[in-house]
């Protein structure tokens, strides 16, 4: 199998947040610089263990450790008016985003919103774009001020399930 000749660079990328019904946001202005760390096949736990220092063994203990994440975007405003929606709305769950439909709300009551990277590769010539999309996040975020200012977006994606996650 060949390697694709045209790695992934910022313009490729886009964000879409969406909540467990019909909410759905696109990041704009943002930096292309989203990571997603520590992604593992199973997202299990390693507990070494020690004998005097020196291991001996290596268990997979609790499933499915969570996914943290981050990406910053250019701030238009802390939250929109009546018309539009900033992510600072999401963040901060306000105006229309107040009241949004939990993408977790069978495993409690975090509000939880699902965030999907997609990396354009179908203009390369690829067969398709790629696609990371992480479903039961809670996201926190740091404003700044600047030229331009910021908001830096942290992400937790939990996983509850089998389908926490997914790659194309």
Same mark, same amino acid.
């Given at each position: 199998?060949?390697?694709?000749?045209?790695?992934?660079?910022?313009?490729?990328? @886009?964000?879409?947040? @969406?909540?467990?019904?019909?909410?759905? !946001?696109?990041? $704009?202005?943002?930096?292309?610089? !989203?990571?997603?760390? *520590?992604?593992?096949?199973?997202?299990?736990?390693?507990?070494?263990?020690? *004998?005097?220092?020196?291991?001996?063994?290596? &268990?997979?203990?609790?499933?499915?450790?969570?996914?943290?994440? /981050?990406?910053?975007?250019?701030? $238009? =405003?802390?939250?929109g008016d009546n018309t539009?929606?900033?992510?600072?709305?999401?963040?901060? &769950?306000? +105006? $229309?985003?107040?009241?949004?439909?939990?993408?977790?709300?069978?495993?409690? *009551? =975090?509000?939880?919103v699902q965030v999907a990277? @997609?990396?354009? &590769? /179908?203009?390369?010539?690829? /067969?398709?774009? /790629?696609?990371?999309?992480? +479903?039961?996040?809670?996201?926190?975020?740091?404003?700044?001020?600047?030229?331009?200012? +910021?908001?830096?977006?942290?992400? &937790?994606?939990?996983? !509850?399930?089998?389908?926490?996650?997914?790659?194309?």
């Amino acid at each position: 199998m060949a390697n694709a000749s045209s790695p992934l660079i910022p313009k490729d990328g @886009t964000i879409v947040i @969406t909540d467990g019904a019909a909410l759905s !946001f696109t990041v $704009v202005y943002e930096d292309g610089d !989203f990571a997603a760390s *520590d992604l593992k096949s199973d997202q299990m736990m390693t507990q070494v263990f020690k *004998d005097r220092g020196i291991p001996y063994s290596a &268990r997979e203990t609790e499933r499915d450790e969570a996914i943290e994440g /981050t990406f910053t975007c250019h701030a $238009v =405003a802390i939250v929109g008016d009546n018309t539009t929606a900033t992510i600072g709305d999401i963040v901060l &769950r306000k +105006k $229309v985003w107040a009241a949004y439909t939990s993408t977790a709300a069978s495993f409690g *009551d =975090a509000k939880c919103v699902q965030v999907a990277w @997609t990396g354009e &590769r /179908t203009d390369l010539g690829a /067969t398709s774009d /790629t696609t990371l999309t992480m +479903k039961y996040c809670r996201l926190s975020g740091d404003f700044s001020e600047g030229i331009p200012a +910021k908001w830096s977006i942290k992400i &937790r994606n939990f996983c !509850f399930s089998t389908d926490y996650i997914s790659y194309g």
